[in-house]
């Protein structure tokens, strides 16, 4: 299996207090892989429970024109992928580290536990459920308390008034609707919007959906982890340039189901058996399907496109 070789990015603190001394620069270190979504633990954390946010600058259930979609027509459209027996999240997902190497590099190579070879677990609910079916979402500033419990921090390329904090309806593997959390790019909010209200519309299933914290990067690598997120305040994988997701300019989506693969580095770790493309399975990402039509739409690519990897998880503004 592909998978060994990790560069570890690890972001200084925050607090709702201030930034702190330690966080006046982003620092890049070789222990593991945390600074990529792909990698975070499984672990649900606390997330935001203020669905209402007294900063909001849109609480709509009607889209936009550009997101081309109806709202309250969503649950009439065709279902791409239709909801599939789920089964509840191990109690070991996010909880069992990889083991590393005297340098902190996680031991290749490593195989797809059974459990994890056709996910589906069901989703774990962090925010309150919409009180329907159909596709709701709501724009707002980002909370202080959500931006305490995010990765930004005092030299990101975008000011916190540059961002944006969504929450959006999405459909888990049991074909309800959830609430999901992401902070954007203020100028993108809407077009995402559109997009997640198609990909709702089209039962295209998601495991899970929340804010990336700083506790996610500096955790240790459990291999595992599925969370679809945008905004996180890191490098590169592999490099010291500041990635798309740092100026809230990219978008994972289903990370295990839908891997990072260059050379012999794999992201998340454990996710080998969803190398194989060739299989339709639940929530994972094709050339030509919804996902990649509704991101196309608004102008961003896909990183399943790219020749010198493959990063089937990834849609960005500039297509990097």
Request: hydrophobic content about 35%; aromatic content about 8%.
């Amino acid at each position: 299996m592909a998978g060994g070789i990790v560069v570890g990015l690890f972001l200084a603190g925050c607090s709702s207090a201030g930034v702190d001394d330690r966080s006046t620069a982003i620092l890049v270190d070789a222990r593991s892989d945390r600074g990529r979504a792909g990698s975070l633990q499984a672990t649900t954390a606390t997330a935001a429970t203020n669905d209402n946010p007294s900063t909001t600058d849109t609480a709509s259930t009607t889209l936009t024109e550009s997101a081309t979609l109806t709202a309250s027509t969503s649950e009439a459209g065709t279902t791409e992928n239709p909801p599939a027996p789920t089964v509840a999240r191990p109690p070991w997902l996010g909880r069992r580290p990889l083991p590393t190497t005297p340098d902190g590099l996680v031991v290749a190579p490593q195989s797809t536990p059974a459990a994890l070879r056709d996910r589906r677990f069901a989703t774990v609910d962090s925010l309150p459920a919409p009180a329907d079916d159909r596709f709701d979402f709501r724009i707002a500033s980002v909370p202080p308390e959500v931006l305490a419990r995010s990765t930004w921090v005092d030299g990101c390329p975008v000011p916190v008034a540059g961002l944006r904090y969504l929450t959006v309806s999405f459909r888990g593997f049991d074909g309800r609707s959830h609430t999901g959390e992401l902070i954007v790019n203020a100028e993108w909010a809407d077009d995402i919007v559109a997009v997640f209200g198609r990909l709702h519309e089209a039962h295209f299933p998601i495991e899970e959906m929340r804010v990336v914290s700083m506790a996610d990067l500096d955790a240790e690598p459990t291999g595992d982890g599925n969370n679809t997120t945008g905004f996180v305040c890191r490098p590169v994988t592999g490099g010291r340039t500041f990635s798309q997701h740092a100026h809230g300019l990219a978008i994972d989506i289903n990370p295990f189901l839908n891997p990072y693969l260059r050379d012999d580095l794999l992201l998340p770790e454990l996710s080998s058996s969803y190398l194989d493309r060739t299989t339709d399975r639940p929530g994972t990402i094709h050339p030509g399907d919804v996902v990649v039509e509704a991101f196309a739409e608004i102008g961003w690519g896909w990183g399943g496109d790219w020749r010198s990897l493959k990063d089937y998880q990834h849609f960005s503004r500039n297509n990097r």
